[in-house]
Nanobody
Framework: EVQLQASGGGLVQAGGSLRLSCAAS????????IGWFRQAQGKEREGVSC????????EYADSVKGRFTISSDNAKNTVYLQMNSLKPEDTAVYYC????????????????WGQGTLVTVSS
């Protein structure tokens, strides 16, 4: 059974940092790209960042470039999203998802989704 377990959300003040984790199981981790997406209340879901597990290539949304860093620990089948310099507009439910293939872009249809973790940034 494919499982993606997102964790690490919480309440933080503007300018602060959080690290999200996405623990994956039930599939061959190295064959997949893992993405982080977010959905703010009343808004459409948007892609934040993704990483190709096999070669480590990454992609970031313009809104988070320079502030967020995605990384992967293949030994633990876990992807992290380090979020620095957080802004109130980063407030959203963050989801991790998996797509089969290398360098799968954020605008691709991802196959598997985990439950979300809420990030709230206060001003």
């Amino acid at each position: 059974e494919v499982q993606l377990q997102a964790s690490g959300g919480g309440l933080v003040q503007a300018g602060g940092s959080l690290r999200l984790s996405c623990a994956a199981s039930g599939f061959t981790f190295d064959d997949y790209s893992i993405g982080w997406f977010r959905q703010a209340q009343g808004k459409e879901r948007e892609g934040v960042s993704c990483i190709s597990s096999s070669d480590g290539s990454t992609e970031y949304a313009d809104s988070v470039k320079g502030r967020f860093t995605i990384s992967s620990d293949n030994a633990k089948n876990t992807v992290y999203l380090q979020m620095n310099s957080l802004k109130p507009e980063d407030t959203a439910v963050y989801y991790c998802a998996a797509a089969y293939g290398i360098d799968v872009p954020l605008d691709f249809e991802y196959d598997y989704w985990g439950q979300g973790t809420l990030v709230t940034v206060s001003s």
